[in-house]
């Protein structure tokens, strides 16, 4: 059975960045480490095309007490790495792919191809011939099948599930009853730009009953930033 936790830091007024497909650079180390914790509880964690290409990179567990009780609950040091994109289209020169991850590709029967031409274009323009980019590859037809992709981790023994964003994603999996619980850092500014994106994509929730409850389980203050556990109640 999955379980799945969304992650998500935001700032006073909402927002996880101060424009559309800009990393976010506001949260500190307190959240960071908060970040890493709950990554190293995950098998495996997800995040869309566009929070790659905003950061380039994942975060990468490094805290050995994190690294040993890992170790301790026999799973590799690493979670699993799953990027969504129904397109396909990542650049495979991201520092990404470099890091010390296994990595996944959640995609459709295009986006494979896609990606397959980018690594040959990369491959040929570059003169090298390397395909080890995605351990694993899920596949669906035309769109993303998130009912059919969580039984397929399911399968896998990927059981616990961190949701990493952006807001197409959470909105997605809350639309369709997938999230369980969710860590929200609340980030000490207020970034007041019309255009900046909120953690929810609202067009995605209008065809599920909305209000929807939460079961606040936990509080905790860090410094200046304050950490909430919300259940969602089904």
């Not at 090298?128 to 039984?151: A, G, K, L, M, P």
């Not at 990493?164 to 639309?175: D, T, Y």
């Not at 619980?181 to 209008?206: H, M, S, Y």
Request: hydrophobic residues 40%.
């Amino acid at each position: 059975m999955i379980h799945t936790t969304a992650i998500i830091a935001i700032s006073i007024d909402g927002k996880i960045s101060t424009a559309i497909n800009n990393p976010a650079r506001f949260s500190t180390k307190a959240d960071l480490e908060h970040l890493e914790t709950q990554i190293s509880l995950c098998d495996a964690i997800i995040f869309g095309a566009n929070t790659l290409r905003a950061y380039g990179t994942s975060l990468v567990i490094k805290n050995p007490e994190l690294l040993q009780q890992r170790k301790e609950n026999h799973q590799p040091s690493q979670p699993l790495n799953i990027v969504c994109s129904a397109s396909g289209k990542i650049n495979p020169q991201l520092p990404f792919f470099s890091q010390p991850l296994p990595r996944g590709l959640l995609t459709t029967s295009q986006g494979i191809i896609n990606f397959e031409e980018n690594i040959r274009d990369f491959n040929t323009k570059n003169n090298v011939n390397s395909d080890n980019y995605f351990e694993q590859v899920f596949i669906n037809e035309n769109t993303i099948n998130w009912q059919e992709f969580f039984i397929k981790l399911t399968n896998l023994n990927y059981k616990k599930i961190g949701i990493l964003g952006g807001k197409e994603l959470i909105s997605s999996l809350i639309a369709e009853n997938l999230i369980n619980e969710i860590w929200l850092t609340i980030c000490p500014l207020i970034i007041g730009r019309k255009f900046a994106p909120n953690f929810l994509n609202f067009d995605l929730l209008q065809e599920i009953n909305l209000p929807i409850n939460l079961k606040l389980l936990e509080v905790k203050q860090i410094d200046q930033e304050i950490f909430l556990h919300y259940l969602i109640l089904k």
